[in-house]
């Protein structure tokens, strides 16, 4: 099969990987892809969805995989499906499971799938009077894609009254027709949770809980992530359970009777309360980042044939098979500053004295080639993935070899996995 991978992210390397190495594989492109995917598949400078469109045309591949929730919301994988490409990623209705909170929460009332009690505003002036009568903690949110920037989680009514106004005054998002949805505050634990569907059938993906505070001890600004531990330590039988009666059957269910044509993958966001009861936070329509990076690590089954399966809708005939005994974390290596300024062309040093294997795997997402040198080109640099028996043994190899990087630029947390 030739076989083409959209994006540009650590996300995207882990999915190369694990295509390439499928003996379906014959040729795999990837754009724009980064210079650690060029060195498993040929990358083409190729972002915006026209020309994906006309270079996928020109390739003619058996399978599209995107893994961005841009070019989802755009309707990239709609419009490639109706040229009759093979797509794994839903329609635009599908993407507004995530790109509308919304839409998400008018999704799970209509389909009783548990999640936090809320109201959505479409001026300033209403949302200030409602927030005027609530105390404590409260969620407010954009409704649109916001790079992970439109949740503001508020202690107390003037900080989610100040969220209110950048969204509808400063106009920080979208110039107009804003809306923010505003939610109660949960309490619990987090963890992210991936199950692949072709619309009928699905299997579920596995767990990780992800690390997204910048600081040691969830301090400090959200980023993109800082590391991730697969599987989610608190996910045990009972919650397993919970989750699946009650959110992802649920959800499968709703898209069938919603007519929601969804080809992909779901990525649920859940909070666990002190009851260990599931609450969805939201749902993303692609792959986690770095969820899975961690994650496929310790995935035996071949994903090249599921995720043609997905596409094909011939899911029923195949199956799912983890390495369930393994453990694996995901240690992010970022550029010092980040989330806010940083430097960019600082150079790695040694990076080829760390060979890749089935146990270890360094994926890069904002890395360059010049000459003989490798530069950063970003915030968010590498991915650091080891699995072993437990999580102390990941944890000391991907400590080991963060330390031993070259680079005068690096930052990483050094609390992935720790307590457990
Ligand atoms: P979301 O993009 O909706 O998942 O929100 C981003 C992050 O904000 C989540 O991962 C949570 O850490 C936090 N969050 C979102 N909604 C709530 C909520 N209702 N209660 C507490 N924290 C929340
Ligand atoms: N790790 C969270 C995300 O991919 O949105």
């Known amino acids: 099969m030739n076989i083409i991978v959209i994006g540009s992210g650590a996300r995207e390397h882990a999915l190369c990987r694990l295509v390439e190495k499928s003996y379906l594989c014959e040729k795999l492109y990837c754009f724009p892809g980064n210079f650690g995917i060029s060195q498993i598949a040929e990358c083409r400078n190729i972002s915006n969805s026209e020309e994906i469109i006309e270079e996928c045309q020109k390739i003619s591949p058996d399978l599209i995989i995107i893994g961005p929730e841009n070019y989802l919301s755009e309707n990239l994988a709609g419009r490639l499906r109706g040229l009759n490409f093979n797509v794994f990623g839903p329609d635009e209705h599908g993407a507004k499971l995530?790109?509308?909170?919304?839409?998400?929460?008018?999704?799970?009332?209509?389909?009783?799938?548990?999640?936090?009690?809320?109201?959505?505003?479409?001026?300033?002036?209403?949302?200030?009077?409602?927030?005027?009568?609530?105390?404590?903690?409260?969620?407010?949110?954009?409704?649109g894609l916001a790079a992970g920037k439109g949740v503001f989680v508020c202690s107390n009514q003037q900080e989610a009254i100040d969220a209110c106004f950048k969204v509808f005054e400063e106009k920080v998002f979208n110039k107009e027709n804003n809306k923010v949805v505003i939610e109660d505050f949960l309490e619990g634990k987090e963890l992210s949770f991936f199950t692949i569907t072709d619309g009928k059938n699905y299997l579920n993906f596995g767990s990780a809980q992800d690390y997204k505070r910048i600081g040691d001890n969830d301090t400090g600004p959200n980023t993109g992530g800082m590391g991730t531990v697969s599987p989610a330590p608190i996910l045990n039988e009972e919650l397993m359970k919970k989750i699946q009666s009650q959110i992802i059957e649920k959800t499968i269910t709703g898209l069938n009777k919603d007519k929601i044509n969804f080809q992909g993958v779901l990525f649920f966001g859940i909070m666990v309360d002190k009851d260990n009861k599931p609450y969805l936070l939201e749902y993303n329509t692609r792959f986690g980042d770095p969820e899975i990076q961690s994650i496929s690590l310790r995935l035996n089954s071949d994903f090249l044939s599921l995720a043609h399966a997905t596409a094909t809708k011939n899911l029923e005939y195949t199956n799912i098979d983890f390495d369930n005994d393994k453990k694996s974390i995901c240690l992010i290596l970022a550029t010092s500053g980040y989330p806010e300024q940083y430097?960019?062309?600082?150079?790695?040093?040694?990076?080829?004295?760390?060979?890749n294997n089935d146990q270890f795997y360094i994926f890069h997402a904002a890395t360059k080639k010049n000459g003989h040198n490798i530069l950063t080109n970003g915030g968010r640099v590498l991915s650091l993935v080891a699995m072993g028996d437990t999580y102390e043994e990941c944890r000391n190899k991907v400590y080991k070899i963060a330390e031993e990087i070259d680079w005068d630029h690096k930052y990483y947390r050094k609390d992935i996995g720790a307590n457990y």
């Open 343 to 355: 430097p960019k062309d600082t150079l790695i040093k040694n990076l080829n004295e760390f060979p």
């Open 98 to 143: 995530e790109s509308s909170k919304e839409f998400m929460k008018e999704f799970c009332q209509s389909h009783d799938i548990p999640t936090a009690r809320s109201k959505t505003f479409t001026s300033f002036d209403s949302a200030k009077t409602y927030l005027e009568l609530r105390n404590g903690p409260i969620v407010v949110k954009y409704d």
